[in-house]
Each structure stands twice: as C-alpha cells, then as structure tokens.
C-alpha cells in the first residue's frame, strides 16, 4: 500500500508537458524551507493500492512524475510503481532529497529509480533558492536523464537545464 498526499492530473510545473503528478507521504531529509513539511509524516494521506493508483492514472494520456514527501523514502514500493509506470508506457520523473551520487551507491535507491526518466536530485537549500529555475526550487538541483547517466557512467542533464 502507498500513503498518497494528492495526486494531481494536468500539472505542467513538474516536468514538460502535461503530467500526472503523485505526491507520496515520508520524507527525512527535513530540509530548511520546505515547501510542504506536513509531507514528512510516512503515515499521512490516503492510503492506496498500486492497482487504484494506476486506475487514476490510466484516466488520462498524461506522463506522470512521483514527487512527495521524498518517492524515495519507500524505495521498494517506489520501485514496484515505477516498472507498473513503465510498462504502462509513461515517461517517469522522480523528485528526491538525496543526490545522484547516494542513489549510486545505494542498491534499494538505485533499484527505485532505474527505470525512470528524470531524477530531480538533491535536498532543497534556502540560500540557493532561484524562483526562475526550470521543475525545480533551488540550484543545487539537477535535472538528470537517467538512463543516459546509467549508461555513460556521468550525470547527464535534461536538455533544458
Ligand atoms: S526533500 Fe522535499 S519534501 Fe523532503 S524536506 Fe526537502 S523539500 Fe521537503
């Protein structure tokens, strides 16, 4: 079961086009400035089945980005939603606290995130918040392609960076 804050459908602020976006509950990186502290609680929202979460999903064509909270925080329920995006054929973005690198050397991270699209990596810093960046709060943030990354063994940034 996932403990889901809201899922929105027709957003365009997380990720090109329009998105479905999925905000799961938990997050443990408590970052100064948080856009939504009431989202670090594991037990918030609804709980939800990954069948009913598909359900609303399936109501439109849209891509879909987790976002929460940290999707991360329950890596295996994260991964298993994932592989079920993926093979309904949406392209998948994924915000985190953490950074490339930990998820890197993180076999249950890395087992969430390696069949998504997009990672928005790392914990939102106040001192480098920058309202003008593209999908993302402060500039520490990297848009990375994942797949691309995986593959060349370097962070690859989204075109539009
Ligand atoms: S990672 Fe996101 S949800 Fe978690 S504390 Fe930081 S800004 Fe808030």
């Not at 592989?83 to 490339?100: C, F, H």
């Not at 914990?123 to 003008?132: G, R, S, T, V, Y």
Request: proline share 4%; glycine share 8%.
């Amino acid at each position: 079961m996932y403990n889901v804050l809201a899922i929105m459908r027709g957003t365009t602020v997380d990720g090109p086009g329009f998105r479905t976006s999925i905000y799961l509950a938990g997050c443990a990186h408590r970052c100064e400035g948080c856009h939504n502290p009431a989202s670090w609680d594991k037990n918030g929202g609804s709980s939800m089945s990954l069948d009913e979460i598909m359900e609303i999903v399936r109501d439109e064509d849209f891509d879909v980005t987790l976002s929460g909270g940290d999707p991360l925080f329950n890596p295996e329920s994260t991964a298993r939603l994932v592989e079920a995006l993926k093979n309904d054929g949406r392209n998948v973005w994924i915000y985190t606290g953490y950074n490339w690198e930990e998820i890197l050397s993180d076999r249950s991270l890395l087992n969430a995130v390696e069949k998504a699209d997009v990672l928005v990596d790392g914990p939102f810093l106040l001192h480098l918040k920058d309202a003008d960046l593209l999908f993302r709060g402060s500039s520490n943030q990297r848009l990375i392609l994942i797949q691309e990354s995986l593959t060349s063994g370097n962070a690859v940034l989204f075109p539009r960076s």
